[in-house]
Every structure is written in C-alpha cells, then in structure tokens.
C-alpha cells in the first residue's frame, strides 16, 4: 500500500486558488495512478482528477475543468491539485487518492483529507 499525506488546504476568498500537495510514500509510489476526491457537507465523496503514473494523462470532473490542474513530480514522489477560480461549492474535504489501472483505475489507497473552504 501507498501512505498519503495532504496540505495546503485552507480558507480563501471566492475567486482565490489554493494549491494542494499530496506525499506519498511506500512501495513503488511512483507507479501509481494518483487523484483527488472531495467531499462537500452532506454530500457523497465525489471524484475530481486523476493522474497517470507518467503523468501523460490527466482527467477531471466537468465541474472543476479549466479551473483545476492536477500534476505530479515522481521524484519527490508527490501530486498537486492547483486550484483556481474557486467557488463556494468547491468547499469540501479533499482526498488523495493512490490506485493502479488506466482510464479505469481502483483505488486502494486513500489519505486524511485537507478542509478547503471558499467563502463567497
């Protein structure tokens, strides 16, 4: 398994961005096809963007494409979620996420979560 750790959340503005990190450690990490949930009060765990291992690939959520970019630097074994024009709905706790397989990808690793609230 892959151990995750995010930061980088916060409170910002409507409008603001707010760049997430996730470390990853563990077996082979850099192998792993890496992601971002999220999860808005009341609401079920929703996926934003994944990674390929290469990171060749990206794919997002309708909702957060052309505001959102997911990248990742293997060598410090780590993904991002740069996050722009944020909106009060993007308000959730977000999650990395570690898995294999691609487009189609399970996951099997999943980390704490950072809050990230936009105020409007």
């Known amino acids: 398994q892959v151990q995750l750790v995010e930061s980088g959340g916060g409170l910002v503005q409507a409008g603001g961005s707010l760049r997430l990190s996730c470390a990853a450690s563990g077996r082979t990490s850099s192998s792993y096809v890496m992601g971002w949930f999220r999860q808005a009060p009341g609401k079920e765990r929703a996926f934003v963007a994944a990674?390929?291992?290469?990171?060749?690939?990206?794919y997002y959520a309708d909702s957060v494409k052309g505001r959102f970019t997911i990248s990742r630097d293997n060598a410090k074994n780590t993904v991002y979620l740069q996050m722009n024009s944020l909106k009060p709905e993007d308000t959730a706790v977000y999650y990395c996420?570690?898995?294999?397989?691609?487009?189609?990808?399970?996951?099997?690793?999943w980390g704490q979560g950072t809050q990230v609230t936009v105020s409007s």
């Open positions: 996420v570690s898995g294999t397989g691609w487009p189609t990808i399970s996951y099997d690793s």
């Open positions: 990674i390929s291992w290469s990171g060749g690939s990206t």
